[in-house]
């Protein structure tokens, strides 16, 4: 089976950095995906990283820890249009399992 | 369109009856998913497909049927609806089960069963 822990909230202000993270105890381990969903949309692809270290994407990165379970995204120069959930999905052999996502909310 | 797109967006039933969500995507994606999204559950998988006539059980199949016949159209029924079932339905495709492929979503369906 799959356990996928992140945190439930986070609050942050414009133009800071935040960091969420996302642990995971799973039976199978192909690679972990963050994917963003604004309140009422689809959830849209961030970022995947299947090997260990850190993937850089604009003001977004992702790091992951294999023999950790363990994973982050790191937001950078935080934007209002950042607030958002933010879902961790580990993937298995055709699927991916999504942890319940992280809400956070940016303030001016 | 190009995409990925679900009918209806929104749908109110009464218990028991059938209800089937209508998923389609245009970019001849081998696999399609559904998943349910609900508050203090996240995002949970229902069914899948490989390919045509190929479909699997995910995290929670029970109460809802599908069928793959054609590439494109990947439809959920469920067979009678119960209160339970009330949750956003979100229908996904990716280019093949491999590693790193992303999953591309619909916009969704929102439905509540009275």
């Known amino acids: 089976g799959q356990n996928i822990d992140q945190p439930t909230e986070m609050t942050a202000t414009e133009g800071a950095i935040v960091q969420i993270n996302c642990t995971y105890q799973t039976s199978g381990f192909n690679g972990l995906f963050w994917y963003q969903q604004h309140a009422g949309e689809a959830p849209t692809f961030l970022s995947y990283n299947v090997l260990d270290g850190l993937e850089e994407k604009g003001r977004f990165s992702s790091f992951l820890s294999r023999s950790k379970g363990y994973s982050y995204l790191l937001l950078k120069e935080l934007q209002m249009k950042d607030s958002a959930s933010y879902l961790c999905?580990?993937?298995?052999?055709?699927?991916?399992?999504f942890g319940k996502g992280t809400m956070l909310l940016v303030s001016p | 369109d190009a995409g990925i797109t679900q009918s209806p967006r929104y749908k109110i039933t009464e218990t028991g009856r059938q209800v089937t969500l209508m998923c389609h995507q245009t970019w001849s994606h081998s696999y399609m998913f559904w998943y349910r999204q609900d508050l203090g559950h996240g995002l949970r998988l229902i069914y899948y497909s490989a390919a045509a006539d190929i479909t699997d059980k995910g995290e929670v199949p029970d109460g809802y049927v599908v069928s793959r016949s054609k590439t494109e159209n990947f439809p959920l029924t469920l067979e009678s609806a119960t209160r339970s079932q009330t949750s956003v339905y979100f229908c996904?495709?990716?280019?093949?089960?491999?590693?790193?492929?992303?999953?591309?979503f619909g916009p969704g369906t929102r439905l509540t069963v009275l």
């Open positions: 999905a580990v993937e298995g052999y055709s699927t991916l399992t």
């Open positions: 996904a495709s990716s280019d093949s089960g491999g590693s790193g492929n992303e999953q591309f």
